[in-house]
């Protein structure tokens, strides 16, 4: 079964606008990567965030953790047309030696210029 | 960075033939690589996990028959699709685990669509 769910699974937006994401999780985890995918292609690693650390930024990213709600974020700032694509959690699971990543079922962006 | 290149990016064939993708990491050696299916719509499954010069370990209810994997030096891991049949058409991706190991290096590659006819 997933590891991580994702909510919502579809979110229309307009350009310049957020885009907020979020990841649930099961079990206790080493880490929190979320990832990006275009239709049809591979997956793009966008951040990583540590079980230790709460919040992390990248560019236009912030991603923030809750290991007490099990629970992770996804905030997209000034959004852009080029930002649609599926977004993906996956989580490292402790005790899993180098972590299989197990993915949330994905949030499909959609933003409209 | 690191970068992986999956090959085919799209194959066509017939139901009953067999069907190799390759996975290779191409400026970093990796010992470890997963294979992962995803359908239309849908998450990615991890298949497998492949270790160089070790067998794959597969993930419940995985035929390790149907899917083999062969990860012979460390920038190589192949996935067989053994007599292939319509419903094993699927995106498959592959992704490698740099030698750091500290979780946090994964390296997809682009996937490869497979149809069966």
């Known amino acids: 079964s997933q590891q991580g769910e994702e909510d919502p699974q579809a979110l229309s937006i307009q350009e310049g606008e957020n885009a907020t994401m979020n990841c649930s999780y099961k079990t206790s985890i080493n880490n929190l990567q979320w990832y990006r995918q275009n239709s049809g292609r591979g997956l793009v690693h966008l951040i990583l965030i540590r079980s230790n650390e709460r919040e992390k930024h990248s560019g236009r990213l912030r991603v923030t953790l809750d290991t007490s709600k099990k629970s992770s974020s996804l905030l997209i700032t000034a959004s852009r047309a080029a930002d649609t694509a599926s977004y993906f959690c996956?989580?490292?699971?402790?005790?899993?030696?180098?972590?299989?990543?197990?993915f949330g079922k994905g949030t499909m962006l959609l933003v409209s210029p | 960075g690191a970068v992986v290149s999956q090959h085919p990016s799209w194959v066509i064939c017939k139901s009953g033939t067999s069907v190799k993708i390759e996975c290779r990491s191409l400026?970093?050696?990796?010992?470890?690589m997963f294979w992962y299916r995803q359908f239309p719509k849908q998450s990615l499954m991890l298949m497998a996990t492949s270790n160089e010069g070790s067998k794959a370990t597969y993930e419940q209810g995985v035929e390790k028959d149907k899917f083999l994997i062969n990860h012979a030096s460390l920038t190589l891991s192949t996935l067989t699709v053994t007599s292939a049949h319509p419903e094993d058409s699927s995106f498959y991706i592959c992704?490698?685990?740099?030698?750091?190991?500290?979780?946090?290096?994964?390296?997809f590659g682009s996937g490869t669509r497979l149809t069966v006819v």
């Open positions: 996956a989580t490292g699971e402790v005790g899993s030696g180098y972590s299989t990543l197990t």
């Open positions: 400026d970093f050696q990796a010992t470890t």
């Open positions: 992704s490698a685990l740099s030698p750091t190991g500290r979780g946090d290096g994964y390296t």
